[in-house]
């Protein structure tokens, strides 16, 4: 075990043990009943505010002859349950890992085989078969396959903003840094709601310097993809005075109030309710969400407009976006859970159901004419509130891609909605690619997650105004002292291989 998943145990515990969205009991493995149904647990993050009716769940067991135990964890935790529940030996059979940062802390314990390789038995599956090979090969570890894919765009990364804000104020969508930093001072400063209070803030932000505002921003100021090359080699984003730019930026906004003071620590939900209660304009992040937050938006102000924009050009003049190797989230079996080879096909067989258009749309877009109706060949949802009860936390367990597993895409009246889909397309033409995807760093798994927070804490130091760039400076020679002089050595040794 790591130490780093030690550490995690012994701070979270208390923490992860009173959320009352997650579902409980003892992973008890899996198992088959008298009449032929495959009775296996699994553990998925759950991204609305209350677990899911389950008749979604009691159709898929029926198409697929099983019984299946789903521990939901809440999204803004879900790390801190996933990490508690290796350290205490008690994860369930089949394991989603939320994103490939905790897909990378995991690496370690798959190279110790405490996971099963699946890689050998998708040939014998007529759906997982069809998943993409290049997604495959940038979750290999050691050229060995050990998790299926949910497959995502390459990059959902963009701005919603609130167009009657931007319209009462005479502004368009920003196209530029500069741009940006005035939507979010108007925002802010000039009443764009007109009830002549100083009510509102320009940008909502999270405690996640990745799929937060941070990591898109500095995309536009040409910053590396986690890591980039300069000088001859390969180097970590922070290492480059874009990141710098990105880190002043941030800190401008914070000190003139453009942004939530505390976002450093604040969730998920209590960011999107910002701009859904009307108090910020400015969302950045995946451009998907803007359905359900104008849906919730104007269930409290009937009056509230939103759009969608993707292209802000940095000081270069350029506009990059960051990419993400083609799947959102993965799932693993764990050996201590799985006891046998015959039991994990059984469960790769579940999954590969899952990939049949059948039953991948049951749980993309539930019951036709009760969830969803078709328009044009596509699947356009009846009822938002009754999708997100009903239906929506079950995409979490999605397999594969429409192109692989067949199911409808989603059609939407909502202009911004469909337009956003188009953006996602619109960004693969502008693509900042993470180099180190296929490359390996030894050290870079065993104590990559707790440099990172090195880093993480400095940046938000800086950003706050606790550290200036000399501080930040100490915290980059901190984290090469602790090792990272030797994650950039073996990942540049990595890659002179790959060449």
């Known amino acids: 075990m790591g130490l780093m998943l030690l550490a995690v145990l012994l701070l979270v515990t208390a923490a992860c043990s009173d959320s009352s969205s997650e579902s409980s009991g003892d992973n008890e493995g899996s198992e088959e009943g008298s009449d032929g149904t495959f009775s296996f647990s699994m553990m998925a993050n759950l991204h609305t505010p209350e677990v899911p009716d389950e008749k979604v769940l009691n159709k898929i067991e029926e198409v697929t002859n099983t019984d299946i135990e789903i521990q939901w964890v809440p999204d803004n935790n879900y790390e801190d349950r996933l990490n508690t529940a290796f350290a205490t030996n008690s994860l369930p059979d089949a394991v989603f ?158 000190e003139n109030g453009y942004i939530n003071q505390d976002f450093p620590v604040t969730s998920k939900p209590d960011q999107q309710e910002f701009i859904k209660n009307g108090t910020a304009g400015v969302y950045v992040g995946a451009m998907s969400d803007v359905g359900s937050l104008h849906d919730d938006a104007i269930a409290i102000n009937p009056d509230a407009q939103f759009d969608v924009h993707n292209y802000v050009e940095g000081p270069s003049g350029e506009f990059g976006v960051w990419s993400i190797p083609g799947y959102g989230n993965l799932v693993m079996f764990p050996k201590s859970s799985v006891e046998s080879e015959e039991e994990l096909k059984k469960i790769l067989g579940f999954f590969d159901q899952m990939m049949s258009p059948e039953v991948a749309n049951y749980a993309y877009w539930g019951f036709e004419g009760e969830h969803y109706e078709l328009v044009d060949g596509a699947a356009k949802v009846l009822d938002s509130d009754k999708n997100e009860r009903e239906v929506k936390p079950y995409q979490a367990i999605e397999i594969g891609e429409p192109e692989t597993n067949g199911r409808y895409l989603g059609y939407f009246d909502y202009e911004p909605k469909a337009k956003s889909e188009e953006l996602f397309l619109e960004n693969e033409e502008h693509l900042i690619n993470d180099p180190t995807v296929p490359l390996y760093s030894e050290t870079y798994v065993k104590e990559g997650g707790t440099l990172q927070q090195i880093i993480t804490d400095a940046t938000y130091n800086y950003i706050l105004g606790q550290i200036d760039k000399d501080g930040f400076d100490k915290a980059i020679e901190e984290w090469k002292s602790q090792g990272g002089d030797k994650i950039i050595e073996e990942y540049n040794a990595s890659y002179e291989e790959s060449k």
């Not at 998943?131 to 959902?156: A, E, H, I, M």
């Not at 005479?170 to 930093?181: C, H, I, R, V």
């Not at 709601?193 to 990745?210: A, E, P, V």
Request: charged share 30%; glycine share 8%; aromatic share 16%.
């Open 97 to 254: 890992l939320k994103n490939q940062a905790t897909f990378i802390q995991f690496r370690e314990a798959i190279q110790d085989g405490q996971f099963w390789e699946v890689g050998q038995y998708l040939d014998e599956f007529e759906n997982l078969s069809k998943l993409k090979q290049n997604v495959l090969d940038n979750t290999k570890v050691d050229g060995k396959l050990y998790t299926l894919y949910q497959g995502r765009p390459l990059s959902r990364q963009g701005i919603i903003y609130r167009t009657d804000w931007a319209e009462n104020l005479g502004l368009e969508a920003p196209t530029t840094t500069d741009e940006f930093m005035e939507m979010v001072r108007a925002f802010t400063e000039d009443d764009p709601d007109g009830n002549g209070k100083d009510d509102t803030f320009g940008l909502t932000d999270r405690s996640d310097l990745i799929y937060g505002a941070f990591k898109t921003v500095s995309s536009w100021f040409g910053t590396p993809n986690y890591w980039g090359e300069k000088d001859g080699q390969l180097l970590p984003e922070f290492m480059f005075d874009e990141y710098v730019q990105t880190m002043d930026f941030f800190k401008e906004m914070h």
